[in-house]
């Protein structure tokens, strides 16, 4: 089965960078659209970042300029770099992976990462 994987939250002070990654694995033929998103305490969870299979990459308006999104085709990846960080960034982040099982679907699969904790302190 596929399964997707995340890593790199933790604890920063304001000003402070991190690169979350996520991977993904199993029976993949070929990834579509990753990305990211983030849920705050009391707060619905939002789109952050998003990278095609092509490159095209669109940015939420708080991550502009302080966020980059990439992705690595051959090993099923997709980071995100994180500087600038501020207090309004707190958030759990969450991957987000389109993907084909093989090379004849006529549809794409969706899947979740668990969930990262990102805390900047003020």
């Known amino acids: 089965q596929v399964q997707v994987a995340e890593s790199g939250g933790g604890l920063v002070q304001t000003g402070g960078s991190l690169r979350l990654s996520c991977a993904a694995s199993?029976?993949?033929?070929?990834?579509?659209?990753m990305g990211w998103y983030r849920q705050a305490p009391g707060k619905q969870r939002d789109l952050v970042a998003s990278?095609?299979?092509?490159?095209?990459?669109s940015y939420a308006e708080p991550a502009k300029g302080r966020f980059a999104i990439s992705r690595d085709n051959a090993k099923n990846k997709v980071y995100l770099q994180m500087d600038s960080l501020k207090a309004e960034d707190t958030a759990v982040y969450y991957c987000?992976?389109?993907?084909?099982?093989?090379?004849?679907?006529?549809?794409?699969?969706?899947?979740w990462g668990q969930g990262t904790q990102v805390t900047v302190s003020s």
């Open positions: 990278i095609g299979s092509s490159g095209t990459i």
């Open positions: 199993g029976p993949i033929f070929g990834t579509a659209t």
């Open positions: 987000n992976v389109r993907y084909k099982p093989y090379r004849s679907s006529v549809r794409e699969y969706e899947l």
